[in-house]
């Protein structure tokens, strides 16, 4: 009998591993550590309360709300998850052409979508190294974060924070803000990292925040690191020169889609249309530059009772 409990405490603490929430081999794990319904308590990692109210004034929706608004997101975590596992990726950053398109809050979305996924668990990491803001949506305030890892040699398990009662996700804020990011992004040290990350728990879902492409060079010296990226583009305001110009700094980066942000247009993606997101998209597809990932985020400001843009 005792033999049987030992296979079977073993068999648990390989699961937990195997989810990224069980204590090395050496630590016992405490008891309670799993949920049958296949929900994560966080012994390690920081647990922080983050309330529903600012949850939804910041905009996260997929965190506290269904409908239309999440379902979109439902569906970019679809085709995500379908594209990563065809590939056997699990590294995906997430940028834009440039500054203000909605890339951050797209990222947190989307990470939140994919962690209600029992069968994954995300790490989202706050890459944006000269601008750090994740952890502003969830009204956090760590002290520390990736860029005390790559000057200060801070233990990463001292950085991690999980926002309680979303999902299986925990997040990698970006710390102290850094002149020398691009430098610090394309370090031996951060390589490391980024294999350390893609390597520890198969069936973790890696997102990197990236800055604009066309604004510093730090998303073109961390692309290679990365298994694909996903281009945010906002409606009526990107323009095409920058898209194309964007895709080509991405170099051989994998782009597996694009999300249209700040959507005003009510035409599905199978109508014609001469609409400036239908011809841009068409571009991208016929030159084979993105597979077909990607939907319209609508804009939701003005139905979520707020005067800023998303």
């Known amino acids: 009998m005792e ?60 965190a506290v709300d269904s409908g239309p608004f999440t379902d979109a997101y439902r569906i970019l975590r679809t085709q995500v998850l379908q594209r990563l596992q065809e590939n056997h990726w699990n590294v995906l950053a997430i940028t834009s052409p440039a500054a203000d398109e909605g890339r951050t809050l797209t990222a947190i979305n989307l990470a939140i979508s994919l962690a209600k996924e029992i069968e994954h668990t995300v790490l989202l990491v706050d890459a944006d190294l000269r601008n750090p803001s994740i952890h502003t949506y969830f009204g956090l305030h760590p002290e520390l974060g990736l860029s005390d890892y ?5 233990p990463l398990e001292d950085l991690l924070i999980h926002p309680s009662g979303i999902g299986r996700i925990v997040i990698l804020p970006g710390g102290k803000p850094l002149d020398n990011s691009s430098e610090m992004l394309n370090s031996p040290k951060m390589s490391r990292l980024v294999e350390e990350l893609k390597s520890r728990y198969r069936t973790r ?36 020169a920058e898209i194309r110009r964007a895709v080509e700094l991405l170099g051989n980066t994998k782009l597996i889609g694009t999300v249209l942000n700040k959507s005003q247009s009510a035409k599905s993606d199978g ?40």
């Open 3 to 62: 033999r049987i409990k030992q296979a079977l405490e073993r068999a648990r603490e390989e699961r937990l591993r195997a989810q990224g929430t069980a204590p090395p081999a050496s630590q016992s794990a405490p008891s309670g550590m799993a949920a049958s319904t296949g929900q994560i308590l966080y012994s390690r990692t920081r647990t922080e309360e983050v309330p529903a109210d600012l949850l939804r004034e910041k905009r996260i929706i997929t």
């Open 205 to 240: 879902v890696v997102l990197f925040d990236l800055p604009p492409l066309l604004t510093t060079a730090d998303a073109l010296a961390f692309s290679p690191y990365v298994d694909a990226a996903l281009l945010i583009i906002e409606e009526g305001k990107t323009a095409s």
């Open 271 to 310: 109508e014609n249309s001469d609409h400036w997101s239908d011809r841009i998209i068409d571009w991208l597809r016929d030159n084979r530059i993105v597979d077909m990932v990607g939907v319209k985020l609508q804009n939701w400001s003005r139905k979520l009772g707020r005067k800023t843009p998303l």
């Open 150 to 154: 790559l000057t200060s040699d801070v």
